[in-house]
């Protein structure tokens, strides 16, 4: 019930390159997941309101004082492409 | 040598306090066992190669930890089990390691798990399977199976694990271990990895109830670091009790009917047997919702974890592919380096995520979740702590689940239920069937963790679980 096309929907809004096989198996196994958890389809839930929160904290907020964050040479040491003190990644391209 | 490996961890953290043990010696005891390691039970991803220079101080000084990979260990590998961040060394450390180091121990090593702590086996890490220390073709279950492996083989006197929807209770089940989830909220997520952040919560897992009770102590409290952490109310007791007099134990029937083994149940009726005995009071009770908990749970994890792991793109760490342009690199890097499970439950969350099918299912899902917690809530009004198998079945073999997602995620129906309330729980060792551990769960309200470690310790005491045979 998750179709080929809805696979690469999803993948593409994953940021996923799914391979062809990989696009074939997801369809057949998340099909029967989904089947699975729809279940909860069957349940009355009017009026229930949703958690989000499972322990509830309210306003939990810190003194707006500014205060040192990582420093640029370690913010960038783990990066793939270190450029002009910043992260260098290939252009969007003309889209 | 192979006595030091014997003491656990509070009997070590005494001796080196009254200076009757070095904490050298017995970090370098722990070091070569976890170092020669290697292929046999692959528990651990990273081993230090030498005692800390400073020595320790504090409540735990000297005692060795070993942490699962997923937390942030400063200029330590910290790879959540993942190509995708393999050999990544974070710039800081997890808040939860930061105090135990505070507290005094000494960080052994980083423990192998399930890629993105997705899974209940530990077969679906980059740097391969962990094996049961019980019976090497079994798996030690997951997510934290390096971390429950290494405690029960006595290659660690302790470590950290996380539990997401049972990832240290399932584990510390099958290794028969004590394996603990505090409440939802107790213990600072900052520096975790993370994977389902309304449901991620950092525990410990150990070889008794009093080593868990006396790692957990020094790890719950507020961190301004993270916004969904409490102030822990009052604070965790070293239990001590010799009886569950006045004890009211409740059995939720959805959690212990049809999908339990016969020697877990058999197990769990024994030790039902002997909670009675002890004087504890035993009844039934209903969790209307419980059936539902691993379907909800099952579309809230990977929904958020689709959005959490949006930010493996190549572009500040980890693994980068290139490409001709931004998008290629995004799709190529995520595709080359996450794992297949990691990718079906992406793609899962994101499905449930979309426009058009949240409402019906991550929006549902979310109100399954309030009715689990209220059901919960209901029950605590007439029992002080629920009860149930761990895990549905004893340590399964190595490959018998990878190809059925839908089997390895049942493994879970027990522990589930617990994380979305956000409640406390914890596993220990009841027996054995076919030589292979068995789990017990206790389960209480939110908070109450010193009781929870209470009831477990009489039992862990009259029960006198072995767990020596996997420590040779």
Request: glycine share 10%; with cysteine.
């Amino acid at each position: 019930m998750i179709d080929r096309a809805q696979v690469l929907h999803v993948a593409k809004l994953a940021r996923l390159a799914l391979s062809d096989d990989e696009v074939e198996r997801m369809s057949r196994e998340l099909s029967a997941v989904l089947d699975h958890i729809e279940k909860i389809s069957e349940l009355q839930l009017d009026g229930v309101a949703p958690t989000s929160h499972v322990i509830d904290v309210v306003n939990a907020l810190r003194p707006d004082e500014p205060r040192p964050s990582l420093p640029r040479d370690v913010a960038l040491a783990s990066a793939p492409e270190p450029l002009e003190q910043g992260f260098g990644v290939p252009s969007p391209g003309a889209s | 040598m192979s006595e030091l490996i014997e003491l656990t961890a509070a009997q070590a953290a005494e001796r080196i306090g009254d200076g009757g043990l070095s904490a050298a010696e017995l970090f370098e005891a722990y070091r070569v066992r976890a170092a020669a390691d290697g292929d046999d039970l692959n528990a651990f991803t990273w081993v230090a190669d030498a005692p800390p220079e400073q020595t320790p101080s504090g409540p735990l000084a000297g005692v060795p930890l070993a942490v699962k990979d997923l937390f942030c260990t400063e200029g330590v590998p910290s790879q959540s089990g993942s190509k995708i961040l393999e050999g990544y060394k974070p710039p800081y450390t997890a808040t939860a390691v930061a105090k135990l180091v505070e507290a005094g121990t000494t960080l052994l090593g980083k423990t192998n798990q399930d890629e993105f702590a997705m899974g209940s086996s530990n077969e679906n890490s980059a740097f391969g399977p962990v094996r049961n220390p019980w019976d090497r073709e079994r798996v030690p279950g997951g997510s934290s199976g390096g971390s429950a492996a290494a405690v029960a083989a006595g290659l660690a006197p302790w470590a950290l694990g996380t539990d997401t929807g049972g990832s240290i209770r399932q584990p510390a089940a099958l290794c028969g271990i004590v394996g603990l989830k505090p409440t939802y909220g107790a213990i600072s997520r900052y520096g975790m990895i993370a994977f389902a952040s309304s449901l991620d919560q950092a525990g410990p897992f150990t070889r008794d109830v009093t080593d868990a009770a006396l790692l957990l102590r020094h790890m719950v409290g507020q961190d301004e670091r993270d916004s969904t952490s409490l102030a822990y109310p009052g604070e965790i007791e070293l239990p001590q009790g010799v009886d569950l007099r006045g004890v009211k134990l409740g059995v939720p029937e959805e959690l212990t009917g049809e999908g339990i083994e016969s020697g877990v149940r058999e197990a769990f009726n024994a030790t039902l047997a002997l909670a009675e005995q002890l004087g504890a009071s035993v009844e039934t009770c209903r969790l209307p919702h419980a059936p539902h908990a691993l379907n909800a749970y099952y579309l809230i994890a990977p929904a958020e974890a689709s959005a959490n792991l949006a930010r493996f793109d190549g572009v500040r760490y980890g693994l980068r592919v290139d490409a001709d342009d931004l998008l290629g690199m995004y799709t190529q890097t995520r595709e080359a380096g996450f794992g297949a499970e990691v990718k079906r439950r992406i793609m899962l969350g994101t499905y449930a995520l979309s426009s058009g099918y949240y409402d019906a299912y991550y929006g549902r899902a979310q109100q399954v979740r309030t009715k689990v917690a209220d059901d919960f809530r209901a029950a605590f009004e007439r029992f002080d702590l629920l009860v149930t198998p761990t895990s549905p079945s004893v340590a399964f073999r190595l490959g018998e689940k990878v190809d059925d997602p839908l089997a390895m995620y049942l493994s879970d129906v027990c522990t589930v239920p617990m994380s979305l309330a956000g409640i406390p729980a914890i596993s220990i060792p009841n027996g054995l069937s076919d030589g292979l551990p068995v789990g017990f769960q206790l389960c209480g309200p939110a908070f109450s963790e010193s009781r929870l470690l209470a009831a477990a310790y009489v039992l862990e005491q009259a029960l006198g679980f072995d767990g020596s045979a996997a420590r040779r």
